[in-house]
């Protein structure tokens, strides 16, 4: 029973820091005063290429990953990024509501791909 509640644990710790990864990044555009754009590949790149960053970063702190099933690891790595897609449109969504200029939709994209360089970064190097 001790097992399977340290691999919980473990797992929230792990799928949290990941889902909440791009929050702090995505906090300057509360106060938007222009219009976000339709197109937006090239924010989605840089959120892919700051987020696969934070993940090297993480690494030179913390270099082994919590996780020690493989199969935890890939439930992580698939979902954390949904997570962290859905809770910055929700708070997109939110903001939205004061700020016209946000598209909540955007912010989907970005917190998605942001979370998925921080994840496959972690999955891929951290030592188990």
């Known amino acids: 029973?001790?097992?399977?509640?340290?691999?919980?644990?473990?797992f929230l710790?792990?799928?949290?820091?990941?889902?909440?990864?791009?929050?702090?990044?995505?906090w300057p555009s509360k106060?938007?005063?222009?219009?976000e754009r339709e197109s937006m590949w090239a924010l989605c790149l840089l959120?892919?290429?700051?987020?696969?960053?934070?993940?090297?970063l993480s690494l030179l702190?913390?270099?082994y990953?919590?996780?020690?099933?493989g199969w935890l690891r890939i439930v992580n790595l698939l979902a954390s990024p949904v997570a962290s897609a859905c809770l910055a449109q929700f708070i997109a969504a939110r903001r939205a509501a004061t700020?016209?200029?946000?598209?909540?939709?955007?912010?989907?994209w970005y917190g998605f791909w942001f979370s998925v360089g921080v994840a496959v970064v972690r999955f891929s190097y951290a030592s188990r």
């Open 1 to 10: 029973m001790e097992e399977i509640l340290v691999i919980v644990f473990q």
């Open 13 to 26: 710790i792990e799928f949290t820091i990941n889902a909440l990864s791009h929050l702090p990044v995505d």
């Open 31 to 35: 106060k938007r005063r222009t219009p």
């Open 47 to 56: 959120s892919l290429a700051g987020g696969a960053l934070l993940g090297w």
């Open 61 to 63: 702190v913390f270099d």
């Open 65 to 69: 990953a919590l996780l020690q099933p």
């Open 99 to 108: 700020n016209p200029m946000l598209i909540p939709r955007n912010h989907f």
